[in-house]
């Protein structure tokens, strides 16, 4: 798909990758889900998360680091990953019933304040963003992560034995646009944080008809919406 691109830009291509392996799973779909399923659905979301953050920070990373095997290596042993693989050993073994609760306390503060301060980040990042910066692009990626990639998603789902429930949130985590949050990670661990800031602002605009598109398809396969 890289092949589309009209850039030959190093940066661009590797943001283009990794939008096309990452999307907004979590901000938006919150908002679709709780209003077109409720509250358990949001719980169910929640939940599927957990795997999605692993493939931010493993594949979604090690895409934006790959110039050389090992500083994409370096980049997923991020402190994010440690930090999911610390709290799903905590969980699993039984061990977080002997967690001391002041660090209960600290980690919940310090996870209440992730959300504002990611959106600040990204609100500083969207400064310059403009949607005719590599407007070829834009346009290509719009298509790829929001038509192609949505129906690969939809079709490659139908081979699984997944109950409606799980079938109807992937579905709609798979139809959102690129994540706002790509913005700061290229300008951490590598890509164009110009098209990256771009990018998001425009499939996220261009959502705006392919999401309701999609759950008019959803509503009419799979009959639960």
């Known amino acids: 798909l890289k092949k589309g691109l009209s850039s030959k830009e190093t940066d661009i291509q590797i943001t283009f990758h990794h939008f096309c392996a990452i999307n907004n ?22 939940f599927m998360n957990l795997g999605c953050q692993i493939g931010l920070w493993t594949i979604g990373v090690g895409i934006l680091g790959r110039r050389n095997f090992k500083e994409a290596i ?13 709290s799903l050993f905590l969980s699993i073994s039984g061990l977080n019933a002997y967690t001391p609760d002041i660090l209960i306390t600290i980690t919940q503060y310090c996870g209440s304040i992730a959300v504002p301060l990611i959106l600040l980040i990204i609100g500083a990042s969207l400064y310059e963003t403009s949607l005719t910066y ?20 939809l079709w490659g789902l139908s081979f699984l034995n997944l109950t409606k429930d799980a079938l109807v949130i992937a579905v709609v985590v798979g139809i959102m646009p690129v994540a706002l949050s790509s913005t700061p990670l290229t300008r951490r661990f590598g890509g164009s944080p110009l098209f990256a800031a771009s990018a998001a602002l425009f499939t996220t605009l261009a959502s705006m008809l392919t999401v309701p598109a999609w759950l008019y398809i959803i509503r009419w396969v799979i009959k639960t919406v």
């Open 25 to 46: 799973f979590t901000f938006l779909p919150i908002i679709i889900i709780q209003n077109l399923f409720g509250e358990v659905a949001v719980a169910r979301l929640f």
């Open 134 to 153: 590599h407007l070829r692009d834009l346009l290509y990626l719009s298509f790829i992560r929001l038509v192609l990639l949505p129906f690969l998603f």
């Open 74 to 86: 370096t980049k997923i042993f991020s402190p994010s990953i440690i930090a999911i693989t610390g």
